[in-house]
């Protein structure tokens, strides 16, 4: 297998497409967008669109309804044999939706056991849900973590909401930063596979994002996906109004060079929407919409 990897490992993410590179040209995952609430701002994200930390701007997903999400899976699986890998990923964050999240997990495990199950969010809430992400066997989650300093953080997020309040500034980010290593911490505990997503932003965290590659390491975390910041003018609350601009590609690749050493990169991630469908960069969402699947068995 890829590397030198324990067979253990090798065996959660040979199929995989995001996990291994090697598995991405031949296994497809699906996303299913249950999840439309969240529970922080981040700059960058405009909330008309698709959650940021794992997708590109300007894309809306169809909201899905958990017993309409696991028909899609089913539907997807019997149409696209190479569909290994089932992510709920948005389009807001998971974790702020965990009824209808797990719920749907719950579900697509009970009808189709083969599928494997992936999760991604921004790490606020991960703590309170490593129990139920151990007791339902989802193997893979990804936490998107732009920081561990909250000087940085507070110009990543203007709030965060956590235990029914409101914080924002250097206290957000302080929380967020605690709650996002410890999250990652017990995941790591239990053998989840854990993957780092990280937004490049100039001018705030670029080179910052190799001290968080050495914290998260050291915390388990088996690859980091750095991926850039795409601006759109009409994304993004406050780096828009100041004409935040996206690295260049030249820097994006420095930045997963200086890395490299430390751990596995991903460089193969396409920023896919929260309801997109087929091998990584194919999108086959429109062949999957909520009025056609009703019709398929
Ligand atoms: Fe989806 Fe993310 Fe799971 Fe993959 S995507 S929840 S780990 S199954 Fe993959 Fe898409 Fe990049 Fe995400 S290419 S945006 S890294
Ligand atoms: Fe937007 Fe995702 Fe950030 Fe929530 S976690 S504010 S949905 S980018």
Known sequence: GQGDLPPAIWDKVKKHPCYSVEAHHHYARMHV???????MQCNYCNRKYDCA??????????????????????AVASRIPQMTVLGIAGPGDPLANPDKTFRTFELVAKAAPDIKLCLSTNGLALPDHVDTIARLNIEHVTITINMIDPEIGARIYPWIFYNHKRYSGLEAAKILTRRQLSGLEML????????????????????????????????????????????????????GLKGQRAPRTSELKALQDACEGEMNMMRHCCQCRADAVGLLGEDRSAEFTKEKIVTMT
């Open 33 to 39: 967008a249950v999840a439309p609430a969240c529970n």
């Open 53 to 74: 930390n794992e997708s590109r701007p300007g894309v809306t997903s169809e909201k899905l309804t958990p017993e309409q999400a696991a028909k899609k899976v089913l």
């Open 188 to 239: 790591s505990a239990r053998g989840i596979l854990c993957k780092v997503n990280s937004v490049m932003i100039p001018g705030i965290n670029e080179r910052h994002l190799v001290e968080v590659n050495k914290a998260v390491k050291s915390r388990g975390a088996f690859l980091h996906n750095i991926m850039p910041l795409i601006a759109a003018p009409e994304h993004g609350t406050m780096f």
